[in-house]
């Protein structure tokens, strides 16, 4: 590439900044999402008294922050590398049809605005959540729904350009060390002797770990023998309600009935109260007199405080948090994300 072309590229890359900022978030989630854990961890960190150690080899306190934070330069990262593909090829498409390249740009990403149907669905499925009336806040959910379409134009148009060739990432994404989880006494389904061993920190009120639930037993079905799942709480919504949902998970699971009142919480996610652990408790038929009284033990409040710290240890700051063989799952097409790890490990 001589000088001039070099030059006429950098200008292309001079436009559309005012969508920048929600380009930078958009790009950030389709680049590599795909990948599940790397395992080219082997670059040493630090030497000590003649050894080198590995992000594997510190200690997990250290470790996880220190992986967290190159993981959110990377992100970072290859949002600037996918906004600039974005904009070459609307630099392209530009010179082809002789427009400008923000006539080109609003073309490639146009999307419809969002539909009163569309906005009504969305009130009714969240209005617990939102916590206003619907004239108020029709506007704002109107504007949101808009922009998540264009962030899934901007997502299909990345995964488009990568599935054909036109497109690849150069920069590598940083691997994730492996840590111990502690899952002792903490409900687990699949095949303890296992190849793979995925762990999942969840909150009963986030709608991703409802999705994550769904994904992860659609592959265990799949995959039967070769998987064991378990589930470890990590309540931090701040309604305080998934706190008591996880205390009654944990009275179920003294019956035998995690599963199906893990099963039924999600099912109920948006009318979830603080009555629902008793509701699903009669509901499942199990020993109301028993489930009480297991309620009232401070072991109960206890086990879920442990999983919560073991998270908080982790460094979780968000659910679902998935781990695979002690390993973070990145990705956030987390059904392909999934599935690449358990191909890759099988």
């Not at 609003?106 to 969002?114: F, H, M, N, T, Y």
């Not at 199906?260 to 652990?277: C, G, I, K």
Request: proline share 4%.
């Amino acid at each position: 590439m001589n000088d001039n072309q070099r030059q006429q590229n950098r200008s292309k890359f001079t436009f559309a900044f005012a969508a920048f900022a929600l380009g930078m978030l958009i790009s950030a989630t389709i680049i590599n999402a795909n990948k599940g854990p790397s395992i080219d961890d082997a670059s040493g960190l630090i030497n000590f008294k003649g050894s080198n150690y590995t992000l594997n080899d510190l200690p997990t306190s250290v470790a996880m922050p220190y992986y967290e934070m190159e993981h959110e330069h990377f992100e970072k990262q290859r949002a600037f590398l996918g906004e600039a593909v974005i904009q070459l090829v609307a630099a392209e498409q530009a010179k082809k049809e002789n427009i400008s390249e923000e006539a080109a740009m609003e073309k490639l990403l146009a999307v419809s605005p969002a539909s009163e149907e569309e906005v009504s669905t969305f009130f009714e499925a969240n209005k617990d959540r939102i916590g206003k009336p619907f004239y108020e806040i029709k506007a704002d959910i109107a504007q949101y729904l808009t922009q998540q379409k264009e962030r899934e134009k901007r997502l299909s148009l990345l995964e488009e350009l990568e599935l054909k060739g036109d497109f690849s990432l150069l920069i590598k994404a940083p691997a994730s060390p492996t840590v111990f989880i502690d899952t002792e006494g903490y409900p687990s389904t699949g095949n303890p002797k296992a190849k793979i061993n995925i762990v999942e920190f969840a909150d009963y009120q986030c709608p991703h770990c409802k999705e994550a639930s769904q994904q992860l037993h659609a592959l265990l079905e799949e995959y039967k023998d070769q998987i064991q799942l378990t589930y470890m709480d990590f309540p931090i919504n701040r309604s305080g309600i998934s706190r008591k949902v996880s205390e009654g998970a944990v009275c179920a699971d003294q019956q035998g009935k995690f599963w199906e009142y893990n099963n039924q919480a999600f099912e109920e996610q948006v009318q979830l109260s603080d009555n629902s652990p008793h509701t699903i408790a009669k509901t499942l038929q199990l020993d109301l007199a028993q489930f009480d009284q297991c309620i009232a033990d401070s072991a109960t409040a206890k086990k879920v405080k442990a999983s919560e710290l073991q998270a908080i240890n982790l460094g979780v700051r968000g659910t679902p948090a998935i781990y695979i063989n002690g390993r973070k799952l990145e990705g956030h097409y987390l059904d392909k994300a999934l599935r690449k790890a358990v191909v890759e490990l099988l």
